[in-house]
């Protein structure tokens, strides 16, 4: 269910991105890990380490929240967009998705957490139309009407990575919500990645990676370690993430449609110079 690039495993979202999966592996480069913001629904426990295999699947969400929020001169890896930020994990891809797992994670503590970054979804495989179950549909209704003080949680969604299967994220009914503020990909250049999926609820775009020979996004890793290979949408959700709660940080009183307002006036973040492909 996570977007995955690397494995070229589109009927299974690829590319990472997630608050989800498990967050914290690096308490070092995150001192403001946070566990009101943190959970383990796979596991129903208050830790949401990931757990370790052999071919460290479970690592997307540590590489997202670096991106958000890894300390500044931490000496190990790049700074987080808002490295002031506190930041926490919820594990909920690492078991059975239920419709439950999922409105259990998007309601965590709404009056606590102010953004939700999200890079999973339906298959990316070009003939999948799914969407929100009726739990999560609630999750995220009651959450932009009452989370946040009234103001509303920000939901950040990964557009899905299914350009090569000729997939359309609005066939992908947690992107194509009025409810998530959804995101795409550009390469270094400013051009539209192969993986990218064209469609109409994409508000903008960040950076990350694109064809071989490309830069890809530098991160926090599992391991204690630091990765240059952070790739797909799944890791602009998170540089949105970030810079959404850079513009919270500036001004607290935003709604979430003020913030999706702003996003697609003021073109806060990088578009995309669009290439044919
Ligand atoms: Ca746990
Ligand atoms: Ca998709
Ligand atoms: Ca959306």
Not at 130 to 156: C, H, M, Q
Request: hydrophobic letters at 35%; one cysteine or more.
């Amino acid at each position: 269910m996570e977007y995955s690039l690397e494995f070229r495993h589109f009927n299974a979202y690829t590319i990472e991105s997630e608050i989800f999966k498990g967050f914290i592996s690096h308490l070092f480069c995150f001192p403001f890990q946070d566990p009101q913001a943190s959970y383990d629904v796979n596991s129903h426990d208050d830790d949401p380490m990931p757990h370790y295999d052999i071919s460290d699947s479970n690592r997307h969400g540590t590489r997202c929240a670096g991106e958000v929020a890894a300390t500044a001169n931490n000496s190990l890896c790049a700074v987080g967009i808002a490295f002031g930020a506190s930041v926490g994990g919820v594990r909920m891809l690492d078991g059975d998705v239920t419709d439950a797992v999922e409105a259990r994670s998007l309601s965590l503590n709404p009056q606590h957490i102010d953004i939700y970054s999200a890079s999973w979804g339906p298959d990316d495989d070009g003939k999948t139309v799914d969407g929100p179950g009726e739990l999560a549909t609630r999750a995220f209704i009651e959450g932009v009407k009452y989370g946040r003080g009234g103001k509303g949680s920000i939901f950040i969604w990964a557009s899905g990575n299914g350009g090569r299967e000729h997939d359309n994220c609005n066939c992908d009914g947690y992107t194509n919500s009025i409810w998530t503020l959804s995101i795409s990909s550009a390469t270094e250049e400013g051009a539209v990645p192969w993986y990218s999926e064209m469609c109409s609820s994409t508000l903008a775009t960040t950076y990350s990676s694109g064809g071989q020979g490309e830069k890809q996004i530098v991160t926090t890793d599992l391991h204690h370690s630091c990765t240059t290979s952070h790739t797909g949408t799944s890791a602009s959700a998170p540089l949105a993430a970030g810079i959404v709660a850079l513009v919270l940080e500036a001004n607290r009183n935003l709604t979430w449609r003020d913030l999706q307002h702003i996003v697609y006036v003021n073109d806060i973040f990088i578009t995309c110079r669009v290439v044919e492909h």
